[in-house]
């Protein structure tokens, strides 16, 4: 049984496969000719967590495919009252034919690929956000023709995405930098993936010294979902790790901006580079609907 349940699980190969499906199915899409690869099928979307694109694009992508999507609120269900995860999971299985789950610990994803029996697809954790990154990943393709020799900056929190995006772009052949404050680093398993490629990962602390050269720079909010308290305490440790223009003029001058969304314009990434490219940023958002359903037919047809 494949899951979706961080990149880190995925070969190069499985990337590559759902880059080019979802490639196909945006163009048989947009050309009238999309066929209903996931007829009859059934995906259960649990949401511990806020969401806009995850929740809508799943749920038109399997109505695109031919299926249903059911919306699981954590708090609806007897999981927010304790049921526990392997129960669900065993549950679950029994009616539906995927799950994609968004939620806080990683482990409860892998809970209930453990004990279910059905595809399990991660719709963000506090660990990873892989859905988005191959969505991201899609979107510089389709702009450069290409991901392998392409150089990637993240700027700002060593969080879920910078974990993503660390793996999908090491594994998709592009080299990348990171910026982040002191203890605000990217997740130790992700730390010890990336030493095994070498100079294809540098981490500074300076976020002018990761934009160097690159062709895509990359930035997300500095509190996330789960971390509002510490919002005030964040924005003092990320001062200065904010995309503006200056920071900007080090990059390639044809270097794409991406920011899964939502932003928070005048923290890390100002209004003016955010609106210069709000063409890819919105294009980026777009291909969560196309990357997601290459990822569900690639795991439930
Ligand atoms: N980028 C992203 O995952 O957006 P939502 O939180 O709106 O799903
Ligand atoms: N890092 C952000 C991403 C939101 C899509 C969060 O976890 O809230």
């Given at each position: 049984?494949?899951?979706?349940?961080?990149?880190?699980?995925?070969?190069s190969?499985?990337?590559?496969?759902?880059?080019?499906?979802?490639?196909?199915?945006?163009?048989?899409?947009?050309?009238g000719?999309?066929?209903?690869?996931?007829?009859?099928?059934?995906?259960?979307?649990?949401?511990?967590?806020?969401?806009?694109?995850?929740r809508?694009?799943?749920?038109?992508?399997?109505?695109?495919?031919?299926?249903k999507?059911?919306?699981?609120?954590?708090?609806?269900?007897q999981?927010?009252?304790?049921?526990?995860?392997?129960?669900?999971?065993?549950?679950?299985?029994?009616?539906?034919?995927?799950?994609?789950?968004?939620?806080?610990?990683q482990?409860?994803?892998?809970?209930?690929?453990?004990?279910g029996?059905?595809?399990?697809?991660?719709?963000?954790?506090d660990?990873?956000?892989?859905?988005?990154?191959?969505?991201?990943?899609?979107?510089?393709?389709e702009?450069?023709?290409?991901?392998?020799?392409?150089?990637?900056?993240?700027?700002?929190?060593?969080?879920?995405?910078?974990?993503?995006?660390?793996?999908?772009?090491?594994?998709?052949?592009m080299?990348?930098?990171?910026?982040?404050?002191?203890?605000?680093?990217?997740?130790?398993?992700?730390l010890?993936?990336?030493?095994?490629?070498?100079?294809?990962?540098?981490?500074?602390?300076?976020?002018?010294?990761?934009?160097v050269?690159?062709?895509?720079?990359?930035?997300?909010?500095?509190?996330?979902?789960?971390?509002?308290?510490e919002?005030?305490?964040?924005?003092?440790?990320?001062?200065?790790?904010?995309?503006?223009?200056e920071l900007m003029?080090?990059?390639?001058?044809?270097?794409?901006?991406?920011?899964?969304?939502?932003?928070?314009?005048?923290?890390e990434?100002?209004?003016?580079?955010?609106?210069?490219?709000?063409?890819?940023?919105?294009?980026?958002?777009?291909?969560?609907?196309?990357?997601?359903k290459?990822?569900?037919?690639?795991?439930?047809?």
């Amino acid at each position: 049984m494949k899951h979706l349940l961080k990149l880190l699980d995925w070969t190069s190969e499985d990337i590559n496969e759902v880059l080019n499906l979802a490639d196909q199915l945006k163009y048989e899409q947009k050309h009238g000719i999309a066929k209903k690869y996931l007829e009859n099928k059934t995906l259960g979307m649990i949401f511990q967590k806020a969401s806009t694109r995850t929740r809508v694009s799943f749920e038109v992508g399997m109505f695109q495919l031919g299926g249903k999507a059911l919306f699981l609120s954590g708090n609806d269900m007897q999981i927010g009252r304790g049921e526990p995860v392997e129960d669900t999971a065993r549950v679950l299985s029994r009616y539906l034919d995927g799950i994609m789950i968004r939620t806080f610990e990683q482990k409860e994803v892998e809970a209930l690929a453990e004990y279910g029996s059905i595809p399990i697809i991660n719709g963000l954790t506090d660990f990873c956000h892989p859905c988005q990154v191959l969505a991201d990943l899609m979107t510089v393709r389709e702009r450069k023709g290409r991901l392998d020799g392409l150089k990637m900056s993240f700027i700002g929190d060593g969080n879920n995405m910078m974990n993503s995006l660390i793996v999908g772009a090491l594994k998709s052949g592009m080299s990348i930098s990171v910026a982040c404050p002191e203890n605000y680093e990217p997740d130790s398993t992700v730390l010890d993936f990336a030493k095994e490629y070498g100079d294809k990962f540098k981490m500074f602390r300076n976020p002018k010294d990761a934009v160097v050269d690159s062709d895509v720079v990359i930035t997300d909010v500095w509190a996330s979902m789960g971390q509002e308290e510490e919002a005030q305490q964040r924005k003092e440790a990320f001062e200065g790790y904010q995309i503006n223009d200056e920071l900007m003029s080090l990059a390639k001058s044809d270097a794409l901006v991406l920011h899964c969304l939502p932003a928070h314009r005048g923290e890390e990434i100002t209004a003016e580079v955010f609106e210069s490219h709000a063409d890819e940023i919105f294009e980026e958002a777009e291909n969560r609907l196309h990357a997601q359903k290459a990822v569900m037919v690639y795991l439930m047809r």
